[in-house]
């Protein structure tokens, strides 16, 4: 019926069986940003919000949000994960602030969703520690950069 990986023949839901697949090296690296206000990135970087310190909070609920993405997205496998990483890069002139998540493991499947879950969860932090000083904050961009590991092999984006 479905040449998706994730419906059967007759056309239902299913968790991708990975079973008899070779256990390799696997690595995403994901990307988003959020857009605010000047002063409220100023206030960001000067310690001064006072939910407390917006990028260390973001930091661990982007790590916990990696381990936790099969409880978020239905057909995504629990996986060992065995690096997560956040990492956030302030631009004063593009009033933002870019987030990087990468993912690591050795295992049966990939880690994609695990990066993008990562970087949503640790914009989605940030917007809430700051909404009160600035609701038209924006999340955009939220996108793989880079994957590496099993059949599909390696993939980096482009732009």
Same mark, same amino acid.
Request: proline letters at 3%.
């Given at each position: 019926?479905?040449?998706?990986s ?6 239902? @839901?299913?968790?991708v069986? @990975? ?14 940003? @959020?857009?605010?206000?000047? #002063?409220?990135?100023?206030? &960001? ?7 407390? !310190? %917006? ?8 790590v916990?949000?990696?381990?936790? /993405?099969? #409880? ?9 994960? /065995?690096? %997560? ?10 009033r933002?602030?870019? &987030?990087?998540?990468?993912v690591?493991? @050795?295992?049966? /499947?990939?880690?994609?969703m695990?990066?993008? /879950?990562?970087?949503? %969860? #640790? ?5 809430d520690?700051?909404?009160s ?7 955009? !961009?939220i ?12 993939? %980096?984006r482009?732009?």
């Open positions: 019926m479905s040449s998706f994730h419906i059967d023949s007759e056309g239902h @839901v299913r968790m069986d @990975v079973t008899d697949k070779g256990a390799t090296l696997r690595e995403a690296m994901a990307r988003g940003v @959020v857009i605010m206000r000047p #002063a409220t990135l100023e206030k &960001i970087l000067a310690g001064g919000v006072k939910k407390g !310190n %917006v990028l260390e909070t973001a930091r661990i609920a982007g916990m949000a990696a381990k936790k /993405t099969p #409880a978020l997205i239905p057909m995504c496998h629990p996986l060992n994960l /065995t690096h %997560v990483r956040v990492d956030f890069y302030p631009d004063k002139g593009g933002s602030i870019r &987030i990087e998540a990468s690591r493991l @050795v295992g049966q /499947t990939g880690v994609e695990e990066a993008l /879950t990562a970087v949503s %969860v #640790a914009a989605l932090t940030v917007y520690m700051c909404k000083y600035d609701r038209e904050m924006t999340i955009s !961009n996108c793989l950069m880079k994957k590496s590991g099993g059949k599909s092999g390696r993939y %980096v482009k732009d």
